[in-house]
């Protein structure tokens, strides 16, 4: 049963970039489907994106270009970099891992305000 | 983009009642790739159907899913008081993947 935890800051200010990490336990990345989904309050649920170690990561175009995936294997880890962060994106944002594109495991979440 | 659509968004019924809540996509969904969660405030998302009409580990038979193509539904039968909460459609066949926009079912 994998465990996956976000961290990072949680107030980022308008035109930086928000950086997060999540790393997990219980079950190796090596093989999965890792990426982000995130959840503005009170709003519903966004794809951000995935990255899979057989294939270029894919990204969602509504994010326009501003998000990295990467991952570091040798420590079980997968990150998330947004730039030009602005207060739309102050969100819940959740890790997420699975063996397909259905998410078998979710992050508690981490929430992240954009503010200055 | 498949544009996945809820309805109703608001459902108020009484414990004991049955729930039907309907997602419609905008496109075929490959391979019936539909999965439904439930989010109670402040809580992750918690799947409770895949691939359209399979339920997760651990959750009540009063839980179906059902449909194919475009029209997808969930049913709860016998609401519990705990089964109050948003429920939320997503397609996970094509990138990007997309959620629907929730039903809040509350009590009536």
């Known amino acids: 049963q994998a465990q996956l935890q976000e961290s990072g800051p949680g107030l980022v200010r308008p035109s930086e970039t928000l950086s997060l990490t999540c790393t997990v336990s219980g079950g190796s990345i090596s093989t999965s489907f890792c990426g982000w989904i995130r959840q503005p309050p009170g709003k519903t649920l966004e794809w951000m994106g995935y990255i899979h170690y057989s294939d270029s990561p894919i990204y969602n175009p509504s994010l326009n270009g501003r998000v990295t995936i990467s991952s570091d294997t040798s420590k079980n880890q997968f990150h998330l970099r947004m730039t030009a962060v602005t207060a739309a994106d102050t969100a819940m944002y959740y890790c997420?891992?699975?063996?397909?594109?259905?998410?078998?495991?979710w992050g508690q979440g981490a929430l992240v305000t954009v503010s200055s | 983009e498949i544009v996945l659509t809820q309805s109703p968004g608001t459902l108020s019924l009484s414990p004991g009642e049955r729930a039907t809540l309907s997602c419609r996509a905008s496109?075929?969904?490959?391979?019936?790739?539909l999965a439904w969660y439930q989010q109670t405030p402040g809580q992750t998302p918690r799947l409770l159907i895949y691939d359209a009409s399979i339920r997760a580990t651990g959750i009540p038979d009063r839980f179906s899913g059902r449909g194919s193509g475009t029209d997808f539904t969930l049913t709860i039968t016998r609401l519990e008081p705990e089964d109050f909460a948003v429920y939320y459609c997503q397609q996970y066949a094509h990138s990007p993947i997309t959620f629907g926009q929730g039903t809040r079912l509350e009590i009536k």
């Open positions: 997420v891992k699975g063996e397909g594109w259905l998410v078998d495991y």
């Open positions: 496109q075929t969904v490959s391979v019936n790739y």
